[in-house]
């Protein structure tokens, strides 16, 4: 089952979605892309593990940011914030372009 949420951390807004169980995986896509273009790839992982994506700051649903507050130590900041948030101690990440 997936589940769709908003995650305010921090004065930046994150728009996640989490499905599958087990070992979590986080999906980390290119900025101003969202994780919309992952769909696929994330549902695969799911059927094996619990997969959490979200739209980076500045793209998809999340909070809509100007260039200069894109930045990586931004995403560090929140996916450490998100982890934290979700209760997720150990998490194992998948990354493409600056999420990689």
């Given at each position: 089952?997936?589940?769709e949420?908003?995650?305010?951390?921090?004065?930046?807004?994150?728009?996640?979605?989490?499905?599958?169980?087990?070992?979590?995986?986080?999906?980390?896509?290119?900025?101003?892309?969202?994780?919309?273009?992952?769909?696929?790839?994330?549902?695969?992982?799911?059927?094996?593990?619990?997969?959490?994506?979200?739209?980076?700051?500045?793209?998809?649903r999340s909070?809509?940011?100007?260039?200069?507050?894109?930045?990586?130590?931004?995403?560090?900041?929140?996916?450490?914030?998100?982890?934290?948030?979700?209760?997720?101690?150990?998490?194992?990440?998948?990354?493409?372009?600056?999420?990689?």
């Amino acid at each position: 089952m997936k589940t769709e949420m908003t995650v305010h951390l921090d004065g930046v807004e994150l728009y996640v979605t989490r499905q599958g169980q087990g070992k979590a995986i986080f999906v980390l896509g290119g900025p101003w892309f969202g994780q919309y273009y992952l769909r696929q790839f994330i549902g695969e992982l799911a059927r094996t593990f619990q997969v959490v994506a979200y739209d980076p700051r500045g793209s998809g649903r999340s909070s809509a940011l100007t260039q200069d507050e894109i930045t990586l130590a931004g995403h560090l900041k929140d996916l450490d914030a998100l982890r934290r948030s979700l209760g997720i101690e150990k998490m194992n990440l998948i990354g493409h372009s600056m999420g990689a």
